[in-house]
C-alpha cells in the first residue's frame, strides 16, 4: 500500500458525459501527479500540481483539467468524453516537486466511456 | 531526441530461474533512472533509483545496473517467484527541475510459469 488513495475504483460512463476522478496524496506528500495509460500503452504524463499551484504540464487534452486543493488532495475532470479516453488513471504523489523526487502511484481510477 | 527503449517487449521463463532486462535511453541531460513493476491493473512500484553515479543497486532478489557512457541499464531478476509477474518500466529523468520531462519506457512484460 503506498499511502495515496483514489476514488473511485472503477468508473464507467457515456460519450460526452464529465466525469471526476479523486487523488489523495501519503501524508506529507506535497506533489501531485496525474498519468494516463491506455490499453498496452506506457504511462502519460499528464498533470503535476505542487502545494496547489500547477507545475509542469504534459500531454493533458484541453477537454481535461486538473486543480489542487488546500487540503492536498487533487481532482481530475474529464469532460466531452470520447471512446480513446478509456484507460487507467493514475495518480502519484511525491514529497518534493522536482522531477527527481520519488512518485509513489495510488491504485488507479479504471475509466470506460461506453 | 529524448527515448527509453526496454527489451525485450515480453519474456516467458520458468520459477526458479534467473532473467535480465534491459533499458536503452537516449536523453539529456541525464538525473536519474529508475525501475518500476506494474502489476496488472495497478499501480506502479519503485524498486530502484539510480543517479549517474551509480553503477548497481540492489533491492531484494532484483538487482539494477546502471551504464552512464554507453546509457543503457539493466533489471537482473533472481530465483524468479511467480509473483514477479508483472510489467517492469524503465523510467529516466530528463534533468532535475522538470517533472514532465521523466521519460516511460513502455514496458517489458515478464510471466513466470511454475
Known amino acids: 500500500d503506498s499511502g495515496v488513495t483514489q476514488t473511485p475504483k472503477h468508473l464507467i460512463t457515456a460519450t460526452g458525459q464529465r466525469v471526476t476522478l479523486r487523488c489523495s496524496p501519503r501524508?506529507?506528500?506535497?506533489?501531485v501527479y496525474w498519468y494516463q495509460q491506455s490499453l498496452d500503452q506506457g504511462l502519460q504524463f499528464l498533470i503535476q500540481y505542487y502545494n496547489g499551484e500547477e507545475r509542469a504540464k504534459g500531454n493533458i487534452l484541453e477537454r481535461f483539467s486538473a486543480q489542487q486543493f488546500p487540503d492536498l488532495h487533487s481532482e481530475l475532470n474529464l469532460s466531452s468524453l470520447e471512446l480513446g479516453d478509456s484507460a487507467l488513471y493514475f495518480c502519484?504523489?511525491?514529497?518534493?516537486?522536482?522531477?527527481?523526487?520519488?512518485?509513489?502511484f495510488g491504485p488507479g481510477t479504471r475509466l470506460t466511456v461506453l | 531526441k529524448n527515448q527509453v527503449e526496454q527489451s525485450p517487449q515480453s519474456l516467458i521463463i520458468l520459477e526458479g530461474k534467473n532473467c535480465t532486462l534491459q533499458?536503452?535511453?537516449?536523453?539529456?541531460?541525464?538525473?536519474?533512472l529508475r525501475w518500476y513493476k506494474q502489476d496488472t491493473g495497478r499501480g506502479p512500484v519503485s524498486l530502484t533509483i539510480?543517479?549517474?553515479?551509480?553503477n548497481t543497486k540492489s533491492n531484494g532478489r532484483y538487482t539494477a545496473t546502471l551504464d552512464a557512457d554507453t546509457k543503457q541499464s539493466s533489471l537482473h531478476i533472481t530465483a524468479s517467484q511467480l509473483s514477479d509477474s508483472a510489467s517492469y518500466i524503465c523510467v529516466v529523468s530528463v534533468g532535475i527541475y522538470n517533472t514532465d520531462k521523466l521519460i516511460f519506457g513502455t514496458g517489458t512484460r515478464l510471466q513466470v510459469f511454475p
Open positions: 501524508s506529507g506528500d506535497l506533489s
Open positions: 539510480m543517479t549517474f553515479s551509480e
Open positions: 502519484a504523489s511525491s514529497v518534493g516537486g522536482l522531477a527527481n523526487s520519488e512518485q509513489f
Open positions: 533499458c536503452n535511453y537516449t536523453v539529456s541531460p541525464f538525473s536519474n
